[in-house]
């Protein structure tokens, strides 16, 4: 029987694929035939910190928007093209439709980018919309560890029982007045057997962590922390990179318990992923190495 030669494709990677995976492109051999799908499934299993992106991600082959089941051919080049905002120091608007633009596109967008707060993360807290500044490299760094402790074990089932959906940054509708963006969420699949096709997500989450800076403690240690007991969040992470540190908390009876606090040198079974052991130092940015001890001379 005659095997059918591999497909050979050049994968571009945008926006904050490009800080998690490091590299702008990557090359992909595939076994045929072989789907955008697949092309997907081979660049997690290379970078899975990848994974938790995949609910809002679109494909385009060769330039042209194309759906996962398509069909790869040898020398294909595939975008995989992430939600793009831009900094708080520049604002552009990434904006993909399927019909034409309608005429004064350019005054609309020039109204838009007029905005000071354009390219930042919105949120609804109480039926007030609040932005979120882009985070900081720390921040992106915690973000990233994090998933790459996860993601093998409790999303691919690599090393540990699988089971979950994991996202970053999922938007989630948790009442008729708040829709908010966790830095992370996960769902047991026995509760929500398949991914949602649309956002925001309607379901609450098994698990959420907020990767904290250092404008928005009070949003996520007291708002957001009461948004997400009254919603039903049976979980609760907070990371925070500038007291480098890692806490957990647990609903039970109505309010928070404190599970415990880890920082630099810890290793620690976390629920609701104590299925592995996390060392929580390698979440952060890593200490300056203490200089040598000067010697006297003789």
Not at 51 to 59: I, K, M, N
Not at 62 to 83: K, Q, R, V
Not at 232 to 237: K, M, N
Request: with cysteine.
């Amino acid at each position: 029987m005659t095997m059918s030669a591999p497909i050979r494709i050049r994968v571009l990677l945008f926006a904050v694929q490009r800080q998690l995976a490091g590299a702008r492109e990557v090359a992909l051999e595939l076994p045929a035939p072989a789907t955008i799908a697949a092309a997907w499934d081979a660049l997690v299993d290379r970078y899975p910190v990848l994974a938790p992106g995949r609910s809002s991600v679109r494909f385009a082959r060769n330039g042209t928007y194309a759906d996962a089941s398509e069909p790869l051919a040898d020398g294909d080049e595939i975008a995989m093209i992430p939600p793009v905002s831009g900094g708080a120091d520049e604002s552009r608007i990434l904006e993909l439709r399927e019909e034409p633009f309608e005429a004064g596109i350019l005054e609309s967008l020039t109204a838009r980018l007029a905005t000071p707060e354009d390219g930042r993360v919105w949120e609804v807290l109480n039926g007030q919309m609040e932005a979120q500044p882009r985070p900081l490299p720390r921040h992106n760094l915690a973000q990233s560890q994090l998933a790459g402790e996860l993601v093998p074990p409790f999303s691919r089932g690599r090393g540990g029982p699988g089971g979950w959906w994991l996202l970053f940054e999922p938007e989630l509708r948790l009442g008729h007045h708040d829709i908010v963006v966790p830095d992370y969420g996960g769902w047991r699949r026995a509760r929500m057997p398949a991914l949602p096709s649309a956002r925001p997500i309607d379901t609450v989450p098994d698990w959420v962590c907020e990767v904290i800076s250092p404008n928005d403690r009070g949003r996520d240690r007291v708002r957001k922390s009461d948004l997400y007991l009254r919603s039903g969040v049976p979980h609760y992470w907070i990371l925070d990179p500038e007291d480098r540190s890692l806490e957990a908390f647990e609903a039970r009876n109505g309010a928070w318990l404190r599970l415990g606090g880890w920082g630099d040198g810890d290793l620690a079974r976390i629920p609701p992923f104590d299925a592995i052991e996390i060392d929580v130092g390698s979440l952060l940015v890593p200490l300056p190495e203490a200089p040598p001890e000067s010697k006297d001379t003789p």
